[in-house]
C-alpha cells in the first residue's frame, strides 16, 4: 500500500460549486499534514497545513480523521482560478521526507 | 530573486551521459529536499539535507544518482549513465529548520534523455 493515496480525479465542477477531496494515508503514525496546490507546469505550492481540530481559511477546509486515516480538503464556491491539481502531503516515519500523493485534479468551469 | 533556484531549467541530454543539476535554496534554510516528477504523478521524495549532513535517501534513488551539499549551501544531484526512464522534472525544495514545514519549491529541471 503506498504511503499517501489520492483519487486522480478529474474533478469537473461549475463554478459556485463545493467540492471535497479526501486523501488516505498508511502510516497511523504520522503527525503532520498538508495540502498542496500544483497549477500545471509550475511547482508546488503550499495551500494549507491540516490540524487535528480541522481549519478553515476562506472557502477551503481542511479536516483531519486519524481513525479513518484521511484527510480532506473542501473548497466552497469554486472559482475557476481553483482549477489546479492539489497534492496531500505527509510526513513520513523517519520525521524528514514529505510524502506526496499523486494528487487530484480539479478543474472548475463556468 | 529570494526564492530557491535551480538551474538548469531544462537539459537534453543522450542516453549513457552523465548530468549535473544544482540547488540554491533559500539562504537562511538548512533544510534541503530533492524530488523527482513525472506527468501525472506527485513529485516522489529523492532525498534529504539537513545542512550538510545527508539524513535520508530514497530507494528510488539508485547508484547513479549521488547528491551532495558541501557546504550546507547550494546542492546538487548527479546522474550517470543517464537512462530514457531518467525523464522527469527534478524539483528542489527548502525549509527553514524552525519547524515549518512548508516547502518552498524551485521551477525545476526539466530532464530529458534521448
Known amino acids: 500500500r503506498k504511503e499517501v493515496e489520492q483519487d486522480p480525479g478529474p474533478f469537473n465542477v461549475p463554478e459556485g460549486a463545493t467540492v471535497a477531496f479526501n486523501c488516505t494515508y498508511s502510516?497511523?503514525?504520522?503527525?503532520?499534514f498538508f495540502w498542496y496546490r500544483q497549477d500545471c507546469r509550475k511547482e508546488p505550492k503550499l495551500l494549507m497545513s491540516?490540524?487535528?481540530s480541522g481549519n478553515e481559511d476562506g472557502r477551503f477546509t481542511a479536516q483531519l480523521n486519524r481513525a479513518s486515516q484521511y484527510i480532506s480538503l473542501l473548497i466552497r464556491d469554486s472559482k475557476l482560478s481553483d482549477s489546479a491539481t492539489y497534492l496531500c502531503v505527509v510526513i513520513s516515519n523517519s520525521g524528514y521526507a514529505l510524502n506526496f500523493g499523486k494528487g487530484t485534479s480539479l478543474l472548475v468551469t463556468p | 530573486d529570494t526564492g530557491v533556484s535551480q538551474d538548469p531549467r531544462h537539459k537534453i541530454t543522450k542516453r549513457g551521459q552523465n548530468v549535473t543539476f544544482r540547488c540554491d535554496p533559500i539562504s537562511e534554510h538548512n533544510r534541503l529536499y530533492w524530488y523527482r516528477q513525472t506527468l501525472g504523478q506527485g513529485p516522489e521524495f529523492l532525498t534529504y539535507f539537513q545542512n550538510e549532513a545527508q539524513l535520508e535517501k530514497s530507494r528510488l534513488l539508485s547508484d547513479r544518482f549521488s547528491a551532495e551539499r558541501p557546504k550546507g549551501s547550494f546542492s546538487t544531484l548527479e546522474i550517470q549513465r543517464t537512462e530514457q526512464g531518467d525523464s522527469a522534472m527534478y524539483l528542489c525544495a527548502s525549509i527553514s529548520g524552525q519547524g515549518n514545514e512548508k516547502l518552498f519549491f524551485g521551477s525545476g529541471t526539466q530532464l530529458s534523455v534521448l
Open positions: 502510516n497511523s503514525a504520522s503527525q503532520s
Open positions: 491540516v490540524y487535528s
